[in-house]
Nanobody, 127 residues
Framework: QVQLVESGGGLVQAGGSLRLSCAASGRSFSNFGVGWFRRAPGKEREFVAALNWSAGNTWYADSVKGRFAISKDNAKNTVYLQMNSLKPGDTAVYFC????????????????????WGQGTQVSVSS
């Protein structure tokens, strides 16, 4: 059974930074895609960033490009989301998810393609 566990959320002032972690148990991330999504209060869940574990390619939503960075640690089987220059609009519950076939156009945006999801971690940014 695959489990994804997010951590690293919290309360931070605007302009601050946080690093989220997504640790996988049960099976390695190798050959999978990993995505970060977020759901703000009253809004739909939206794509934030994604990584093709084997190829190392990364993708970002326009709203976070240049501020967020997704990375991985092979030894720890963990994916990170470094979030800098945080804004109040980044306040949301952040989820990581695993995608079995990270190929094709815009695979990372298709939430239905992800087969495992974490429970989420709250990020709150105060002004």
């Amino acid at each position: 059974q695959v489990q994804l566990v997010e951590s690293g959320g919290g309360l931070v002032q605007a302009g601050g930074s946080l690093r989220l972690s997504c640790a996988a148990s049960g099976r390695s991330f190798s050959n999978f895609g990993v995505g970060w999504f977020r759901r703000a209060p009253g809004k739909e869940r939206e794509f934030v960033a994604a990584l093709n574990w084997s190829a190392g390619n990364t993708w970002y939503a326009d709203s976070v490009k240049g501020r967020f960075a997704i990375s991985k640690d092979n030894a720890k089987n963990t994916v990170y989301l470094q979030m800098n220059s945080l804004k109040p609009g980044d306040t949301a519950v952040y989820f990581c998810a695993r995608h079995p076939i990270p190929i094709g156009s815009l695979w990372y945006r298709n939430q239905n393609g992800y087969t495992y999801w974490g429970q989420g971690t709250q990020v709150s940014v105060s002004s």
